[in-house]
């Protein structure tokens, strides 16, 4: 299949293009740039490189967070804008599971954060039976108190967890002693994970409509607070 990936969750946009023939064209994220302004270019870019058009696309996929309500409605907005135009079928992946297969293959218990600030983590669990196996959830996506989480995985007799994710780097001071963190560049979504989450996905039966695809926000904007309290943003 012809495929696109993209995830805008974070600061450090992830985009990939695999080819039917079997080559992976990943775009270098830039966590200086604009997922606004240099998103569309970018694909437009990974396209040219894989010497496709958007009309030779079999399946478009896009990261739903959790993450930066910003960014995430920038990548679903693109992808479902995309998706429309060139008559492709759209799925919606976890980031963090995306997050969760840059983790080493010798790691058989995984942990996945990300900063959901107000003292809360979104957090997803993985393992595996053996050293290479299939990473498998354990736990759904969702969003709970930092401590709490900690607290889980130092459970007594708790096994070595591996933790990464974009929110490691300030939370890292917070990490039990079981917990092992990922090197730097294993925190964020990798285009070529997201292509084989795709292809997953595909492989599953899921299709999304794209008219009701939506990102997995978990709890409201700070604004929204302030609003249902109130209060002005």
Known sequence: ???????????????????AAGSIHAATPD??????????????????????????LDLIAVGLGPGSYTGLRIGLTAAKTLAYVAQVP????????????????????????????????????????????????????????????????????????????PGLDRLRPELPGNARAAAPGANWPDGRHLIGLARDAWDG?????????????LRRSAAEDQWQGGGKP
Do not use: C, K
Not at 33 to 39: A, K, Q
Not at 109 to 115: E, G, H, L
Not at 206 to 216: G, K, Q, V
């Open 1 to 19: 299949m012809n495929i696109l990936a993209l995830d805008t969750s974070t600061d450090r946009a992830a985009l990939a293009v695999a080819t």
């Open 31 to 56: 966590p200086t740039s604009r997922h606004g302004r240099n998103l569309v270019p970018a694909i437009g870019a990974a396209l040219r490189a894989a010497g496709l058009a958007a009309r030779d």
């Open 90 to 165: 759209l799925v919606g992946l976890d980031s963090l599971e995306a997050i969760a297969r840059n983790a080493p293959a010798e790691a058989l218990r995984v942990s996945v954060i990300a900063d959901a600030q107000r003292g809360d983590v979104y957090t997803a669990d993985f393992r595996r039976s053996g050293p290479s196996g299939p990473l498998l959830r354990t736990s759904p996506t969702r969003i709970e108190p930092l401590a709490r989480w900690s607290a889980h995985l130092s459970e007594p007799g708790s096994e070595p967890v591996d933790v990464l994710g």
């Open 205 to 217: 039966g899921r299709r999304d409509d794209p008219w009701f695809l939506e990102p997995f926000y």
